[in-house]
């Protein structure tokens, strides 16, 4: 499980078992968790994080979007 990124004690990671899934990205802080959809952009679940920070994780992706979805194409050979 690559973390991809790390942004203001976020981490953004795949798993190698996800890739008969759509395109998404797992955040993890701490010990809380939560799933976004990449196209579009969109929170799918969420364990522990308050809706403050649901909405700055969810800046982040949209922020780095693009960077994601290269990502998890270099990742799972979707090139």
């Known amino acids: ?8 004690g976020y981490q953004f990671l795949f798993y190698a078992s996800d ?8 955040v ?3 010990r809380k968790a939560a799933k976004f959809w990449l ?4 929170l799918e679940r969420a364990r522990g994080f308050r809706p ?3 909405n700055e994780a969810e800046k ?12 998890w194409d270099a990742f799972f050979g979707n090139n």
């Open 1 to 8: 499980m690559p973390v991809v990124l790390r942004k203001k």
């Open 19 to 26: 890739a008969d899934e759509p395109k998404h990205i797992h």
């Open 28 to 30: 993890r802080k701490g």
């Open 39 to 42: 196209v579009p952009v969109m």
């Open 52 to 54: 403050h920070e649901l």
């Open 60 to 71: 982040i992706v949209v922020e780095h979007l693009d960077y994601l979805l290269e990502s």
